[in-house]
């Protein structure tokens, strides 16, 4: 190997260490897609597969987006594993198809499908990580792209060695496409030309044929100078990012379906620290944030201190984000709205509430306890409001008499002097006899208040358990 091949392995190795990609013994999913870059990066890790005792896969993913040309790419790539003496995987994919299904464009698309499926062999195969043959000219096209598109630091950070998860590594990354070039032709390797990367209709190909030359005549060096200037954005970002996550262990939580942010400590954060609040719980149930925008973000934030105390936001992806009083939730599908059923209770008993949770009436000696309050239970005189009762959810124009107080109440008006979420206003239960609201179960009870009643006409009820999502009350 000449001194080009081995000055070029050797800052590829001090790339390797310094961030730690690879480890003795590992499985590594080599994403290759037969174009020069690919080519460097697989003949690179075949030269450590035995220093470092590593076992190889080649993952190539067949666009089916030029033909024969594709078919060409694939059989190529799958010869020089062949050669390499390392298995081969491929899989076929309609890039059209996915992108019309999906509403992305064909760029994303093509991503979306090739990350996928190196996960699924890495998935399969028990790989440790995915190598991708990013360079750092790649890297100065990403910062430009994502300062045309508009981005924060998080997006100029650009892409780092190791991705968050572990799952990929970038060993090229500090590596320049002329560096590249330069290796190819000295060990006379053989590679694959894309024709689609003369497409001048991608905005990533204008970037590299007509934005970075340009910017040349002004600075020769600007491809190094726009891969520095990502990695000091990326150490910025790390300091940033750990502070954001501190701070959301103090004001939020998640679960699998939800993130739930406490708006009221929130709202008197900066603008900046809410702003990357709300990226983090997309990103919590998301995993990114590919179609969340600034404007996206400035949304979020005028619901929060500028919306109605119960309000939403759909975003891009089926994600809604709700304002409920100073409580904000990040879910991935519009909160339930259904109407549980009715029950009828004609007697004494323990009953399954339609809405989840439990209540027993029973007979009593008609003293009126000191704690009975009207939230989680009370006594009712039979002769005032006789069996059969109905037991259903709030409907608009359900109006309650408050007990010790003239005339009727709405209960939409109790609900918001109690500050009860929307979502669980349904699931509180309402207790009727005949046309009469007499309760609403953890809150208010109407009728006359009652004295001394007599003997088999006083029922005691109580709530045993709380409906799901009402359980606030209690």
């Known amino acids: 190997m000449d001194q080009t091949n081995t000055s070029l392995f050797r800052k ?65 790539v799958s010869l020089l594993a062949q050669g390499y003496g390392v298995p081969f995987e491929c899989r076929r994919e309609d890039i059209v198809a996915r992108a019309a299904r999906t509403g992305l464009s064909l760029e994303e698309a093509g991503r979306e499908a090739r990350y996928a499926f190196f996960s699924d062999v890495a998935r399969i195969s028990g790989a440790d990580v995915v190598a991708i043959a990013h360079h750092l000219d790649d890297q100065a096209e990403t910062v430009l792209l994502r300062l045309i598109r508009g981005s924060g630091t998080t997006g100029l950070a650009g892409m780092s060695h190791r991705s968050a998860d572990g799952r990929y590594i970038r060993p090229l990354l500090d590596v320049e496409r002329s560096e590249i070039e330069r290796f190819v032709t000295s060990r006379k390797l053989g590679f694959r030309t894309d024709s689609s990367n003369s ?14 030359p340009l910017l040349t005549e002004y600075n020769p060096a600007i491809a190094r100078r726009l891969a520095e200037t990502a990695g000091i954005m990326a150490a910025d970002e790390a300091i940033l990012s750990a502070a954001i996550a501190k701070r959301w262990q103090e004001v939020g939580s998640s679960s699998d379906h939800e993130a739930v942010l406490d708006g009221e400590a929130v709202s008197k954060d900066s603008q900046g620290e809410r702003l990357r609040l ?11 944030l590919r179609r969340i925008s600034y404007r996206h973000l400035q949304g979020i934030d005028r619901l929060l201190l500028q919306g109605p105390p119960n309000g939403s936001l759909n975003l891009p992806g089926g994600l809604v984000v709700t304002r409920c009083y100073r409580v904000l939730t990040f879910s991935l599908q519009p909160l339930a709205r259904d109407v549980p059923g009715e ?34 239970e009370l006594i009712v005189n039979l002769a005032e409001l006789p069996f059969p009762w109905l037991v259903r959810s709030f409907l608009p124009g359900d109006r309650l008499e408050p007990r010790g107080m003239k005339g ?12 009860v979420p929307r979502p669980a206003r349904q699931r509180i239960p309402l ?36 409906p799901p999502d009402a359980a606030m009350l209690a």
């Open 278 to 288: 709300y990226r983090y719980a997309i990103e919590l149930l998301v995993g990114n």
């Open 12 to 76: 590829i190795d001090r790339t390797v260490q310094a961030h730690g990609l690879l480890s003795p013994g590992q499985t590594v999913v080599v994403a290759v897609s037969g174009g020069v870059d690919s080519i460097v990066l697989l003949d690179y890790l075949v030269s450590r597969r035995t220093s470092l005792g590593l076992s190889l896969i080649v993952a190539h993913l067949n666009h089916s987006l030029r033909g024969n040309e594709s078919d060409g790419d694939e059989a190529f």
């Open 343 to 376: 029950l009828r209770i004609m007697a004494e008993g323990v009953y399954d509430l339609p809405s989840g949770g439990r209540v027993a009436v029973e007979c009593c000696d008609g003293q009126v306890a000191a704690s009975e309050d009207g939230r989680l």
């Open 431 to 466: 207790f009727f006899s005949g046309a009469r609201l007499f309760w609403v179960a953890g809150l208010r009870k109407g009728g006359s208040v009652p004295q001394h009643i007599p003997e088999r006409l006083a029922v005691r009820v109580r709530l045993l358990e709380f």
């Open 199 to 212: 497409d001048s209709s991608f905005l990533r190909n204008r970037v590299r044929l007509e934005l970075l």
């Open 408 to 419: 009727r109440k709405k209960v939409k008006d109790i609900f918001i002097d109690a500050k």
